[in-house]
């Protein structure tokens, strides 16, 4: 009977590597498309949050196998890989800027948040965002490790318990939800959300990332056995995430097709906040909004850390976490500071992650098929072709809303 509690407790151990980089799924861009679409669309993007998250599950092992079976970042294995030093900049550069879309939206969350609950100015919410975040990344960066992981997880359960409240007062529909679940689209608008729900959900930094994270987290992989072992516990480390980041996205999106559905002046977080707490009472938006401030500075931890893993893999350059931050705010800080719907540049900073995606994802589809690289921990063709799909499939939504945004097409 010991023996199987030490085992049990051993694969418990070997969780959070996952957890953490799940945060990526449930940051305030995540919260910004997935109430807009509840609000302006009601049920009818639900299928989309699905799709997207079961999709991550794949994108997401991928990541965690490859810093498992190489002991590598996905950014530092495709550093080895460029051949020209030009292109690895050029690659580098858009996987900087991707990081620094991300980093808008977690800025800006947690500003808000922190404008709801105290009543701070939103610049001043954003570099107090920033500083928050600085000091969860030294836990990162003195090796402890499995404590920022504490940290990130522990401010996992808070925004689930926040996004979720809700539903438990103003339940949905059943029949609407199962409508929801079938696909369709109605008009410009409705792609431009679906492209920034699937943005917010398989997000590039991620990709980066839980790699980087895999490897950091497991320091004997060398040992023999262990890579079989860890690849076992990896999987159900990224279903845990994936059902806690898809049960909080959905959440979100009902408790916009319930409550703000049909009315006015809710397509911002703060319009947003008042008729949640209108509808539902004071007690549940201030659930909300903790919910959003725990949100934004997990996922601004985890942000930074990618931009420091994707600089050190790709052009071999360290730079201080202090550097790193201040660096990285000034976009959500000038955005804060112009009064500009801070909702909508959450949206729009989501649909520019989209546009990251195959950049991080080809790449990782081809790294893992390769039998040189993974050995026998190879994909199989199965599963390469299925990521090469999605990868494609996304390219596509990404192309075809240029082309519909530039009034190229119209739809009927």
């Known amino acids: 009977m010991f023996s199987n ?22 940051d305030p861009g995540n919260v ?19 799709l997207a998250n079961t999709t991550a599950w794949l994108v997401q092992y991928l990541s965690a196998k490859l810093g498992v079976v190489t002991g590598k970042s996905l950014p530092t294995v495709l550093g080895e890989r ?9 690659y580098w550069i858009q996987a900087e800027l991707i990081a620094m879309a991300t980093d808008v939206a977690e800025v800006i969350g947690g500003a808000l948040a922190l404008y709801i609950i105290f009543d701070i100015p939103l610049i001043y919410g954003g ?25 990130i997880i522990g401010l996992v359960a808070v925004t689930a318990v926040g996004f979720l409240a809700g539903l438990f007062v103003a339940p949905p529909d059943p029949s609407q939800v199962a409508a929801g679940l079938i696909p369709q689209f109605d008009g410009t608008e409705s792609l431009l959300l679906v492209v920034g729900i699937i943005g917010a959900t398989i997000m590039p930094h991620a990709i980066y990332a839980h790699s980087a994270l895999s490897r950091d987290r497991f320091p004997d992989l060398y040992r023999p056995g262990s890579k079989e072992r860890i690849l076992r516990a990896t999987k159900w480390d990224v279903s845990l995430a994936m059902l806690i980041a898809g049960a909080v996205n959905v959440g979100i999106l009902l408790v916009g097709a319930v409550t703000l559905f049909g009315q006015a002046e809710t397509d911002s977080i703060l319009g947003a906040h008042a008729a949640i707490s209108l ?12 919910g ?16 420091s893993v994707i600089m050190e893999g790709l052009i071999k350059k360290r730079v201080s976490i202090l550097v790193r931050r ?11 500071s112009l009064n500009v719907n801070a909702t909508q540049a959450l949206v729009l900073s989501q649909v520019v992650l989209s546009f990251g995606i195959p950049f991080a994802l080809f790449p990782l589809v081809k790294l893992c098929s390769d039998s040189n690289l993974m050995g026998k921990f190879r994909s199989q063709a199965w599963v390469s072709g299925l990521g090469y799909l999605i990868a494609g499939t996304l390219s596509v939504l990404n192309a075809l809303l240029i082309w519909l945004s ?5 739809p009927s």
């Not at 509690?5 to 449930?26: D, F, H, S």
């Not at 460029?82 to 050029?90: E, G, N, Q, T, V």
């Not at 530039?406 to 119209?410: A, E, P, V, W």
């Open 279 to 290: 509808n539902l009472g004071e007690g549940i938006a201030l659930l909300f909004a903790v």
């Open 406 to 410: 530039f009034g190229l097409f119209s």
């Open 82 to 90: 460029f051949k020209s030093r030009p292109a690895r900049i050029l």
């Open 127 to 151: 570099l107090i965002t920033g500083a928050i975040s600085l000091g969860m990344l030294g836990l990162q960066g003195t090796g402890r490790v499995r404590g920022f992981e504490f940290v």
């Open 32 to 50: 910004a498309t997935n109430l807009t679409a509840g609000a302006e669309f009601g049920y009818m993007l639900l299928w989309v949050i699905v």
């Open 5 to 26: 509690i030490k085992k049990r407790t051993q694969g418990l151990y070997l969780l959070g590597p996952a957890l953490v980089a799940g945060v990526a799924y449930l």
């Open 292 to 307: 959003l401030l725990a949100s934004g500075l997990a996922s601004s931890s985890v942000g930074a850390y990618a931009g």
């Open 326 to 336: 201040s660096v990285t705010l000034i976009p959500a800080i000038i955005i804060l």
